[in-house]
């Protein structure tokens, strides 16, 4: 048969057409019995693979990512301290199923090794705080993950103490429980304060009683506050001083320190006005409730010397004038305020002394030979001693003890009372004698013996406040020489003669000798 010559020319267009496209290969490969038995090989090879290694291949593209995913959340648990949980969340959860999707997986076992170590640590820690039902879980937890038998057997022993001891930290506790709910804070050993202490001494880290504590002191505190804002700083310097030897770091401390400073500052002010007053025992007594929180008050001190004297000079001028009742009670008033040992056995010399003369007085004693040579050997005694310039001290040898023995046993001697009035210029005349020499001290002793012989004199204020500020002067110049043992007696010298604290010169010292003992 016989093709066409249309049909022939069509077949060769289309061949050209396709050598054009570059499907030529397709062609030639369709035609070629080779390619065919080729083909067929691969595809038996690739079938065989994928029946031989098509599980393995696709637990690896598929587990190593989940498994990862999975170490991740474990690392995250335990970070977290979230070691175990119901619900599938905590560290050992998240390890053991990457352990089931690859077996193999070294992380994953060292995850659960470091699970355990967390567990008997956070037993130890729950042990610590008195938590032994954590302290329990948390040791199971260690068991299981298989820490070292050594390390969870520590941790049991120490829960079986505490389990033993339980019983008595429960009962110190309700006990302390009951004593706060009470507001029986402290001052006994049933108080709740010394009650969570003791459980605290037990177990350090027990939360209800460092809760407890915290509670008890912040009531306490606030007490100290109220007790400042009504005065009563003795016992608010005492409850503030009992909480900061429980807790020195409570967040109320700084507050109630400073309720009672301020409270501090205002009784030192009120004392000072009552000094001013003239009421010598309530000032005293308030300078002494200053001195018993702040013992080193500069002012307070002061403030509390000068009510001593003031309540010593009463009790002599009192006894002279056979008041002995009230000499009696401001001696004891300052003896209360501490008054020191020489001042308290001058004054009651002198009380003794004015009882003779009242006895002398009221039964003068039947003159004699002896009577009469013991007055003229006191006599001489007293003119010994104003010779001297011993007119007040020393005691026993004085001319002022000599002339009261001579008053007690002649009062109406006209040569005792004589003697008694020459003494009194002549208190004046050696004051002012070593005052010009700047000798303050000796001074300070005649001008005690003038105000002792006539308290009432006129001259004795303006004298005492020469006196005061000729203290201050040499002061000031002493310690620009270095001498501050000198300048601080100074400073009470003046004080005690009538300087008051608000004087210029008497702050400028003041402030001097204390930036001195701020640098030392």
Known sequence: MSRHPDHEDAAHAALRRVRREGRWWWVQAWQSRRIWRWALLVAVVVFVLLVAFGRPLANWFWNEPQVEQLLDRGDRALAAGRLSAADGSGAREWYQAALALDSDRPQARA????????????????????????????????RELQVPQRDADAVARRLRDHQQEGAGIGALLGRAEAALQAQRLDGTDDS????FQMVLARAPNHLRALEGREDALSDLLQQARDAAARGDVAAAAEQVRRARGFDPGHVDLPASEAALNAALEARLNEAQRLLRRQRWQAAGEAFQSVLATRPDDTAAQQGQQRAIEALLASAARLAADFRFDLAGQALASAEALGANGRQLDAARQAITQARQAERALTSPPAPNARGKREVVALLRRFDEAQARGDFLSPPGRSAYDALREAQAMAPRDPRVRAAAQRLIPDTGACFEDHLRGNRVQAASACLEAWQTLSPGDAALTPARQRLAQRWLAIGSERLGQGDVEFATLALQMASRWGAGSSAAEFQSLQARLRDIGAQR
């Open 192 to 195: 709740a304060l010394p009650l």
């Open 111 to 142: 995850g659960l090794a470091r699970t355990g170590q967390a567990a008997l640590a956070q037993a130890a820690a729950a042990l610590d705080a008195g938590d032994a039902a954590t302290a329990q879980r948390a040791l199971a937890l260690a």
